[in-house]
């Protein structure tokens, strides 16, 4: 069973910076995209940021362009958000997701995280 568990969330002032990480674990044969996906407050939830298994990024949300950046260590399965200047509305929770393969048996599915809150405070 394959399962994604994040952490790095937490409660900082407008201007300052978090890192998010999500490390996956169980049966996985290969993992394609890895991502970023938030839920702010009053708002549905929305892509932020993903990173194919070649390294291309791709940003959804602009708002961030230049102040986050996605990463990814294949070797251990894991997915990172640098957040830097952060600002009141980057508030909400932070998921990740990662579409896999838990064995060459299988198509790739999405897995997600459960989720870190992130809060920042003006």
């Known amino acids: 069973q394959v399962q994604l568990v994040e952490s790095g969330g937490g409660l900082v002032q407008a201007g300052g910076s978090l890192r998010l990480s999500c490390v996956a674990s169980?049966?996985?044969?290969?993992?394609?995209?890895m991502g970023w996906h938030r839920h702010r407050p009053g708002k549905f939830r929305e892509p932020v940021v993903e990173?194919?298994?070649?390294?291309?990024?791709?940003y959804y949300a602009d708002s961030v362009k230049g102040r986050f950046t996605i990463s990814r260590d294949n070797a251990k399965n894991a997915v990172y958000l640098e957040m830097n200047d952060l600002k009141p509305e980057d508030s909400g929770d932070y998921f990740c997701?990662?579409?896999?393969?838990?064995?060459?048996?299988?198509?790739?599915?999405?897995?997600w995280g459960q989720g870190t809150q992130v809060t920042v405070s003006s």
């Open positions: 997701k990662m579409n896999l393969r838990p064995s060459s048996n299988f198509v790739s599915t999405n897995y």
């Open positions: 169980g049966n996985i044969f290969e993992i394609n995209t």
């Open positions: 990173v194919t298994s070649g390294g291309t990024t791709d």
